[in-house]
């Protein structure tokens, strides 16, 4: 008995004096005193050896020695938790923190912006179509029926799970499902990717951007056509920008025409980017083709219209002085993280 009251003292003096500052250290004295192993429990073990009539006594000491010691262990615990509080209010909150890296425009975006934008403040709304397109929407509707050699102006990519199904070969699909839905006038520019089964090289790839434009209403004539043009290569490219139409051919416009603009990089005397001409082209356009109106329920006796496509590598290609149309999809961040600024 006498051995086992001074056992506990001993501990109980070692156990004041201990102290723990983080939640590992409150572990190993959880182990070493409660645990199945520890030393209460050894000292519980003694009690076999307690003479019969200390038993009693020896029973109650031990008792309050394991509450003592269960109490010392939440005591720990809890200035443990604590410290450990405290410790992170000492995180100091005036040190400047980590930049991180602010992400970019693609300058293909950048230049749709900027075209489309163009366009809005004179009215336009956007509308965006599918990528996957029938031959309907991509070239029959566009008075191209099945082999019609103009078929071949666009190398296509066909979807080999159904015959009938396209990679749109250009923005044009959209005006179809535009007029599709018969509500008249429609004035809209829309933008959106696609595909021809081209080589890829440095000036040509098999995927690309476009915006295409239309405006159907009663009385639309070529001079609207010009006069929207004008517009909006004068506030793309400048008011100094000498403007010209060419005639040309589209089975989707009749009339059609090209219209280039004087070589913003020469101003029109000659350089590599204008192949010496001082001119470069940057759009098709015409009025739309009365079989197309009619393709889409639109009585072409009451409404006439003006479309017109413009591709937008090329010019963000001139504007920012790329030399290589395949940087744009390679996404390496070095060439991406150049163009921050809006234009
Ligand atoms: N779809 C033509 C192309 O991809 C561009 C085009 C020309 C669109 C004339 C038009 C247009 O709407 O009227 O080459």
Not at 260 to 289: A, Q, R
Not at 309 to 334: C, H, Q, T
């Amino acid at each position: 008995m006498e051995q086992l009251l001074r056992q506990i003292d001993d501990h109980k003096k070692e156990i004041s004096s201990f102290n723990a500052t983080d939640e590992k250290q409150v572990e190993d004295f959880r182990i070493k005193y409660l645990g199945s192993k520890g030393i209460v429990k050894a000292i519980m073990g003694e009690m076999k050896n307690v003479a019969t009539e200390n038993k009693k006594e020896a029973g109650q000491l031990l008792n309050e020695f394991k509450v003592f010691v269960e109490g010392k262990y939440n005591e720990l615990k809890e200035s443990a938790v604590g410290s450990q509080e405290s410790s992170a209010s000492t995180i100091d909150l005036s040190l400047p923190g980590d930049n991180l890296p602010i992400g970019s425009r693609h300058p293909v975006v950048l230049m749709r912006n900027r075209i489309v934008s163009i366009f809005q403040r004179l009215g336009f709304a956007v509308a965006e179509g599918p990528e996957i397109e029938d031959d309907w929407h991509n070239f029959g509707a566009l008075n191209l029926p099945e082999h019609h050699p103009a078929r071949d102006m666009q190398d296509t990519f066909y979807v080999q799970q159904n015959p009938d199904w396209v990679l749109r070969t250009h923005t044009s699909n959209v005006q179809i499902r535009e007029m599709e839905k018969g509500k008249l006038p429609i004035r809209m520019v829309m933008p959106g990717r696609v595909y021809r089964n081209e080589t890829v090289s440095a000036r040509s790839h098999c995927f690309f951007h476009q915006v295409e434009g239309l405006y159907i209403d009663e009385n639309v004539s070529f001079a609207d056509l010009k006069q929207t043009l004008y517009f909006f290569v004068k506030e793309m490219y400048g008011k100094d920008v000498k403007v010209r139409f060419r005639p040309s051919y589209f089975p989707f416009t009749e009339p059609s025409a090209e219209m280039d603009v004087s070589c913003f990089i020469c101003g029109g005397s000659g350089c590599n980017i204008c192949k010496k001409t001082g001119w470069v082209e940057i759009l098709g356009c015409g009025m739309v083709h009365p079989n197309v109106l009619t393709n889409c329920n639109i009585d072409p006796a009451k409404y006439t219209g003006f479309a017109f496509g413009m591709g937008i590598e090329r010019p963000a290609m001139l504007k920012y002085e790329i030399n290589d149309i395949r940087l744009f999809s390679e996404n390496d961040v070095r060439f991406l993280k150049q163009f921050t600024s809006a234009i």
